[in-house]
């Protein structure tokens, strides 16, 4: 260290107070001068190693706004996350309400198309009841037409074989059995009736009735015969041609009565199946057997029915040379109908084979 004097007038205590100065000041401990002491707020430095008042004031400030500042971030942080979840649980929400909107609109649209085809359904179930209701109606008028004719033509048939027997009585054959080609006017629709083997014992015709008339029916000449029962005794009076089961529809023999008596009869089994105009289908067939295109089932006519076992009976139909029915008794319409005339329920009938 060196120091330079600028004056010879210093004295020799100066030089000395100067030396002790700087022989007393170490590197360890640095001397501290007091300049100015009169100045206030002077730091007072403590020993090497310790914290100063200052510094603890500070730390403790700095770690206090420190913990404000994770606060109030905390504080954030939460309210950002309560935010987020209120805004998530209102999108559920409002997706819930979307979901329940669109649900109801379809059930809605559900219900009203149902609605709909109830209606639609409703209106085609009316309208095939009225379609169904007039083909009843037109049906009725043309049975009842049938009907009318079928009996028209029957009495006109009896009333020509009438007058034939009343002919044959006044030449004087009205004594004995005979067999005779009837053909009493047109037969009714669909029956072929002229041609066929028929007897008539005209003299004993008015004496036959219910109480003492008995038929009987041999399928192995296929005849039927009308007998008049007279104390223990028979007298034939009628005897005609008829057609009885083909094979496979045999008719039944035995004992049998009279059931019942109807004028018009349509089988319930047999008969055509026609379409929406009324025109066969297919041709004759079964009630079970509904062909392609047909819309109703009508029963085969049989006129002057006269029902013997179950469904079987005798009645007006197309009488060949052969048996050819289903089972029942077909006559021609030219006798038939006075047959019907001369018997009744309870009419005892016997056929055999």
Not at 36 to 43: D, F, I, L, S
Not at 69 to 77: F, S
Not at 303 to 318: A, K, T
């Amino acid at each position: 260290m060196t120091i330079c004097f600028g004056s010879s007038s210093l004295s020799f205590f100066t030089l000395i107070l100067v030396g002790a100065l700087l022989t007393s000041c170490s590197v360890d401990e640095p001397a501290v001068f007091s300049i100015g002491a009169a100045r206030t707020g002077a730091t007072v430095k403590e020993k090497k190693g310790e914290v100063s008042v200052e510094d603890k004031k500070e730390a403790a400030a700095k770690a206090k706004l420190a913990a404000a500042k994770a606060k109030e971030e905390a504080a954030r942080e939460a309210a950002e996350a309560k935010a987020e979840a209120k805004e998530k649980a209102d999108k559920l929400a409002l997706a819930k309400k979307k979901e329940a909107e669109k649900l109801a609109e379809e059930e809605a649209e559900a219900k009203e198309e149902a609605a709909r085809d109830a209606a639609e359904l409703a209106e085609k179930k009316a309208r095939a009841e009225a379609l169904l209701a007039r083909e009843k109606e037109e049906d009725a008028e043309k049975q009842a037409k049938l009907v009318a004719k079928a009996k028209a033509d029957a009495d006109r048939a009896a009333r020509d074989g009438e007058r034939e027997f009343a002919t044959l009585a006044s030449l004087g054959q009205s004594g004995g059995g005979f067999f005779s080609m009837l053909s009493f006017g047109k037969s009714a629709r669909q029956y072929k009736s002229e041609g066929h083997e028929i007897f008539v014992n005209h003299a004993l015709l008015p004496a036959l009735d219910p109480s003492n008339a008995k038929i009987e029916v041999d399928l192995s000449d296929q005849r039927a015969r009308v007998y008049r029962e007279q104390g223990g005794h028979k007298v034939l009076v009628i005897e005609t041609q008829i057609s009885s089961g083909k094979s496979g529809h045999a008719t039944p023999t035995g004992s049998f009565k009279i059931g019942e008596k109807v004028e018009q009869k349509q089988s319930t089994l047999y008969g055509t199946w026609v379409d929406g105009g009324g025109n066969a289908v297919g041709g004759s067939s079964e009630v079970g057997r509904r062909p392609s295109g047909a819309s109703r089932f009508v029963g085969a006519d049989m006129p002057y029915w006269m029902r013997i076992n179950g469904g079987i009976g005798l009645h007006v139909g197309i009488v060949p040379d052969q048996p050819a029915s289903h089972g029942c008794i077909r006559v021609p319409a030219s006798v038939q109908p006075l047959i019907y005339s001369k018997v009744d329920v309870g009419t005892p009938v016997t056929v055999t084979h």
